[in-house]
């Protein structure tokens, strides 16, 4: 992932964000930012400048905290409450982020519009982190992490139609799960909410009460493209079983980021799957 002109200005002026907080408070963020891959590659130093920056934002409901559109002013961590995402021109939630989620990213990273509405459904709080700092401590933790993970869509054959930028978007939209021999990435009849993309290992692909394997799909294949065909709250459950076998590392695209960024990449899966005749949901 590249880093701006306007990050790299943002750099050389960052003086650190303190604002004060009790031991109690400090935990609560950090148990908050926990789940958050973002969060997961920060350093001691840097979790205790980012911690040290952050801010309570207590919301009620129907308050919006991200309107689409707007330019992007923090990125925020759910400690509490649930908040759902919005999309101009569809009728329901796309989405709800609850305790533990953190959104509002995209903007910051690649200075562009907010992408979707993010409203408050049910009362807590949010903790807030300021654009300056989110880039110049979160972006900079993540750099070689999104460059590694932009390197490895640029293999997948199915991708090549985008360009390096649209690269970068995906991999900063996409979470890196890993998964033991035997483990299952996805089961029949749950429902298809994620695109994956095998990074490394082997999956097997089968389905219950029928023996054997329906196939195997090792680094660069992909599979879950379903989960780009759901629109709103109608989603689409999976119509086979994914295991592992062996250690296998697998970027997930969630259905909600997928509507927010990669629309686009439906027609491209779908045309591909088309001429090879293979889906897997």
């Known amino acids: 992932m590249g880093v701006s002109a306007e990050g790299q200005e943002e750099g050389k002026d960052y003086t650190p964000t303190v604002i004060p907080k009790s031991d109690a408070v400090r935990s609560r963020i950090a148990a908050a930012t926990e789940k958050s891959a973002l969060f997961a590659g920060l350093g001691p130093e840097q979790q205790t400048a980012v911690i040290d920056a952050m801010f309570e934002v207590t919301c009620t409901a129907g308050q919006d905290v991200i309107t689409?559109?707007?330019?992007?002013?923090?990125?925020?961590?759910?400690?509490s409450g649930e908040y759902t995402v919005h999309l101009k021109g569809v009728e329901k939630p796309v989405h709800?982020?609850?305790?533990g989620a953190s959104f509002g990213e995209l903007a910051l990273m690649y200075n562009c519009p907010r992408a979707a509405t993010v409203r408050c459904a049910v009362p807590g709080?949010?903790?807030?982190?300021?654009?300056?700092?989110?880039?110049?401590i979160l972006m900079a933790a993540n750099k070689q992490t999104l460059q590694t993970t932009s390197q490895f869509l640029k293999s997948v054959s199915v991708l090549s139609p985008l360009t390096d930028q649209q690269r970068s978007t995906l991999a900063s939209a996409m979470e890196e799960i890993v998964f033991e021999d035997g483990e299952y990435v996805?089961?029949?009849?749950?429902?298809a909410d994620a695109l994956y993309l095998l990074k490394s290992g082997e999956v097997a692909v089968h389905k219950a009460n029928e023996a054997g394997d329906l196939m195997r799909m090792k680094a660069g294949e992909f599979f879950g493209e379903s989960a780009l065909q759901s629109e709103g709250a109608t989603v689409l459950t999976r119509q086979a079983n994914v295991v592992a076998v062996g250690p296998v590392t697998a970027p997930r695209l969630t259905l909600t980021?997928?509507?927010?960024?990669?629309?686009?990449?439906?027609?491209?899966?779908t045309r591909t799957r088309t001429r090879t005749g293979t889906v897997i949901r």
């Not at 709800?96 to 305790?99: A, D």
């Not at 996805?186 to 429902?191: D, T």
């Open 257 to 269: 980021m997928t509507i927010i960024l990669a629309r686009t990449l439906t027609q491209i899966l």
């Open 68 to 79: 689409q559109g707007d330019v992007g002013d923090n990125f925020y961590v759910a400690d």
């Open 125 to 136: 709080t949010l903790w807030g982190l300021d654009r300056v700092t989110f880039r110049c």
């Open 96 to 99: 709800t982020y609850q305790e």
């Open 186 to 191: 996805v089961q029949m009849g749950e429902p």
